[in-house]
Every structure is written in C-alpha cells, then in structure tokens.
C-alpha cells in the first residue's frame, strides 16, 4: 500500500486545467495502491459521484 495519496486531482471536469477522465484516476490509485483519492476540480463538482461511485467499487476511500 502507498504511502503517499494524492489530494490536489483534477478531472476533465476541470476546463482548461484537468485532462485525466476519472475512470483513469480510479485505475491509476488502483496501480498504485492507494488507498484514498481526491478530487479538486475547478468550479464544479460535476465528477463528484461518478468518483464517489468508482473509488468505491475499487475499494478505494473517496
């Protein structure tokens, strides 16, 4: 397991500062073992559930 958990993550969702979709975030803190992640896009929570959900499934602390 990661020591180390990333809590500054934009998504798509983010315009003009994010690119990963968050199914690649999921499956990226997936790779690395980690056992929670953020989301912090700009201006919106519009990803908020979709992260919630797939962290979930993942066994992954939203």
Not at 4 to 9: A, E, G, I, P
Not at 10 to 16: A, F, I, P, R
């Amino acid at each position: 397991m990661a020591d180390f958990v990333h809590l500054h993550t934009h998504s798509d969702y983010s315009t003009l500062d994010g690119a990963l979709k968050i199914e690649t975030i999921i499956s990226m803190a997936e790779e690395m073992q980690m056992p929670a992640v953020a989301l912090t896009d700009h201006g919106n929570m519009f990803g908020a559930v979709e992260l919630f959900n797939l962290a979930k499934r993942a066994g992954i602390k939203p």
